[in-house]
């Protein structure tokens, strides 16, 4: 299942907008109840505008209501070739935190992780009390 959900990451990064990198990434967010939102890199000539597939498929997804998240999947290439690992960065680990516990799933290309092994600890609505 989440082998087919990595297939899904690579064909949403056809649609990757990357002109400055030429690092094309998709992503693809299962819900709980089994629906796949696809997102891609969406890069801007003022480069710091540019958002991550993966910020792209979360923000596809809660824009439409959906707000339990199990697994995401993302593969990232410049030339094709998706057997290396795409690590999620930073903000985009943040984002999934506000929506995801623990134990949400990461595909990558060598294989399943938890949202925990890259981010332990993380920003949330406690720190705001
Ligand atoms: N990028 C993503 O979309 N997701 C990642 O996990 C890492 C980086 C994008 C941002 C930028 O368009 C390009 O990859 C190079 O950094």
Not at 98 to 113: N, Q
Request: hydrophobic share 40%; glycine share 8%.
């Amino acid at each position: 299942m989440y082998n087919q959900l990595f297939e899904f990451a690579v064909k949403a990064a056809e649609n990757a907008y990357c002109k400055y990198s030429g690092f094309h990434v998709g992503a693809a967010l299962l819900t709980a109840d089994g629906k796949i939102y696809t997102g891609c890199n969406v890069e801007n000539a003022s480069y710091s505008m540019t958002i991550c597939a993966e910020r792209t498929a979360i923000f596809k997804a809660v824009s439409e209501g959906a707000r339990d998240f199990s697994a995401i999947a993302v593969a990232g290439s410049s030339d094709g070739d998706f057997s290396k690992n795409c690590t999620p960065c930073g903000a985009c680990l943040q984002v999934m935190s506000e929506f995801c516990g623990r134990d949400f799933k990461i595909i990558l290309a060598d294989g399943v992780h938890n949202l925990s092994d890259f981010l332990p600890v993380s920003f949330g609505e406690e720190n705001l009390k």
